[in-house]
């Protein structure tokens, strides 16, 4: 038996010419990828298409990695849309900057472990020092911390699961089942957090303006009393960029014992600049909240900061206990597996440290600024258009508008020829049953003269 065949562990994990060769290849690719600056929008490929060009590329001989990279730069990467390109103005864009970027390669390059003091005091001390800026921006005290999670969903049900272990630990329990209390056009993970938590969600309507406000919210509290252990406020609304008035609801507070969450994961980065920082007030109030990085501060995927007014309570929510961690849970160090609902973690929070040390805070609050401006000026172009509607002011850098006499199936053929002519990312939404569509401005790279172009194609 040839024990030195590529194929056994120790060639596999060896520094040998082979493994000179292969990483030279990625990282070649990776170099040519992060300083492109015509890196094409793509678009997806049926199944049947991608098993015509791609083949059975997991065998048991391998395929030997230039020809896997070649598979995954020529067949699987334009299968997928670049997320990154400043015509993708659909859902929630990411647009990392590229030392952000960079830097991801970095933290696995290292062999960095994010999950406790012990294995990862560095990383965590710098990863700290993200979320203690983070903290001071949204008002919370100094004493406020938290933990980098894979996303908004995580973040949410995390903060939920301490709402409710505060509220056991405070002695209160409900008749019958414990509640959230949130707008109506919440985001869909606060429901899908109650599933996974067997706990009951009371929507509020939000009214015509869609913010959600302590006026509506105080019928509930008084109709559901002790059963209600959170409220969510919405700090920047997936479909609108709806900020709700988290001032009026926290001010509740002072009548009712709920813990105030801020969902925040794509707007609340919008209080970096100080045209929408206002519209936050109330947020320094919250005993949690959440923002992706890897939406508007321009962090790879994935990162969710959730930060806790008083990080001792989300530690007795989350810390996992067995004789293999008593090493780590009988210390005093900040661990991030203590945080949330995880244990294995990578260091999320790193590449967003490294973009942010290098380039400072006030780069985020010009980069901020200028997609809320943009936003504001392609609104006005929208207004002052025939034959188009404005759905909503934008508040934060979500436009939402209509095609007059449109229906769904006008918005997704031309959404579908819009992405086949590479011109742009740009997907059909609805409100109240009406069809529309909408562009959801981050990227730095977006120009107004874009905007425009996808306008003059309907």
Same mark, same amino acid.
């Given at each position: 038996?040839?024990?030195?065949?590529? #194929?056994?562990a120790d060639?596999?994990h060896?520094?040998t010419?082979?493994?000179?060769?292969?990483v030279?290849?990625?990282?070649?690719?990776?170099r040519?990828? /992060? !300083?492109? =600056?015509?890196t094409?929008?793509?678009?997806?490929l049926?199944e049947?298409?991608?098993?015509? @060009?791609?083949?059975?590329?997991?065998?048991?001989g391998?395929?030997g990695?230039?020809?896997? #990279?070649?598979?995954f730069?020529?067949?699987l990467?334009p299968?997928?849309? *670049?997320t990154?390109?400043?015509?993708?103005?659909s859902?929630?864009?990411t647009?990392? =900057?590229k030392a952000?970027?960079?830097?991801? #390669?970095?933290v696995?390059?290292s062999? $960095?472990?994010g999950?406790?003091w012990?294995?990862?005091?560095g990383?965590?001390?710098?990863?700290n020092?993200?979320?203690s800026?983070?903290?001071a921006e949204?008002?919370l005290p100094? &004493?406020?911390?938290g933990?980098?999670v894979?996303?908004?969903?995580?973040?949410?049900?995390?903060?939920?699961?301490?709402a409710?272990d505060?509220?056991?630990?405070?002695?209160?329990?409900p008749?019958?089942r414990?509640?959230i $209390?949130c707008s109506?056009?919440a985001?869909?993970s606060v429901?899908?957090?109650a599933?996974?938590?067997?706990?009951?969600v009371?929507p509020?309507?939000?009214?015509?303006?869609?913010v959600?406000?302590g006026e509506?919210?105080?019928p509930?509290l008084e109709e559901?009393g002790?059963?209600?252990f959170?409220v969510?406020?919405?700090g920047?609304? *997936?479909?609108?960029?709806?900020v709700?008035?988290?001032?009026?609801?926290?001010a !509740?507070k002072?009548?009712?014992p709920?813990?105030?969450?801020?969902?925040?994961?794509?707007g609340?980065?919008g209080?970096?600049?100080?045209l929408?920082?206002p519209r936050?007030a109330?947020?320094?109030?919250a005993?949690?909240? /959440?923002v992706d990085p890897?939406?508007w501060l321009f962090?790879?995927?994935?990162?969710c900061?959730? /930060?806790?007014?008083d990080p001792?309570?989300?530690?007795?929510?989350?810390?996992?206990?067995?004789?293999y961690?008593?090493t780590?849970t009988?210390?005093a160090e900040w661990s991030?597996?203590d945080?949330?609902i995880?244990? *294995?973690?990578?260091?999320r929070?790193?590449?967003?440290w490294?973009?942010?040390a290098?380039?400072g805070?006030?780069?985020?609050?010009?980069?901020?600024?200028?997609?809320?401006?943009l936003?504001e000026r392609?609104? &006005?172009?929208i207004e002052?258009r025939d034959g188009?509607?404005?759905?909503r002011k934008p508040q934060?850098s979500?436009v939402?508008?209509?095609?007059d006499?449109?229906?769904?199936e006008?918005y997704a @053929?031309?959404?579908a020829r @819009?992405?086949?002519e590479?011109?742009?990312?740009v &997907?059909?939404?609805?409100h109240?049953?009406?069809?529309? &569509?909408?562009f959801?401005? #981050?990227n730095?790279l977006t =120009?107004?003269?874009?905007?425009?172009?996808?306008?003059?194609?309907?």
């Open positions: 038996m040839n024990t030195q065949s590529p #194929l056994s060639r596999m060896a520094v010419p082979e493994t000179r060769d292969l030279d290849l990625v990282l070649d690719y990776s040519r990828r /992060i !300083l492109s =600056t015509d094409p929008l793509d678009k997806p049926p049947h298409e991608l098993r015509r @060009l791609a083949g059975q590329t997991v065998s048991e391998g395929m990695a230039e020809r896997a #990279l070649a598979v730069e020529h067949v990467a299968a997928c849309i *670049t990154d390109h400043p015509q993708y103005l859902f929630i864009p647009a990392p =900057t952000a970027t960079a830097f991801d #390669l970095v696995s390059a062999a $960095v472990y999950g406790s012990l294995e990862g005091s990383a965590v001390y710098a990863e020092q993200v979320l800026f983070l903290a949204f008002g100094a &004493t406020a911390g933990v980098f894979q996303g908004g969903t995580l973040g949410n049900l995390s903060a939920l699961v301490a409710r505060h509220a056991r630990a405070d002695g209160r329990s008749s019958d414990w509640v $209390v109506a056009e985001h869909s429901a899908s957090a599933r996974v938590m067997d706990v009951d009371v509020v309507s939000p009214g015509e303006s869609g959600l406000t509506a919210v105080r509930a559901y002790d059963a209600v959170a969510v406020a919405t920047g609304s *997936t479909n609108f960029g709806i709700d008035d988290i001032a009026s609801i926290a !509740l002072d009548d009712f709920f813990w105030l969450h801020v969902d925040g994961a794509y609340l980065a209080m970096l600049s100080p929408a920082r936050f109330g947020v320094e109030h005993d949690s909240v /959440i890897h939406k962090a790879p995927f994935d990162a900061a959730l /930060i806790y007014r001792e309570s989300g530690r007795r929510a989350h810390t996992q206990h067995a004789e961690l008593d780590l009988d210390a991030p597996s945080y949330a995880h244990l *294995t973690r990578r260091a929070g790193l590449p967003f490294f973009s942010l290098s380039h805070a006030a780069a985020y609050r010009d980069a901020v600024t200028a997609s809320l401006r936003a392609i609104a &006005t172009e002052r188009f509607r404005l759905v934060l979500v939402v508008f209509e095609r006499g449109w229906t769904r006008d @053929l031309w959404s @819009l992405l086949d590479q011109r742009a990312f &997907t059909p939404s609805s109240a049953g009406r069809p529309n &569509t909408r959801a401005i #981050l730095p =120009t107004f003269e874009d905007l425009v172009a996808i306008l003059d194609t309907m």
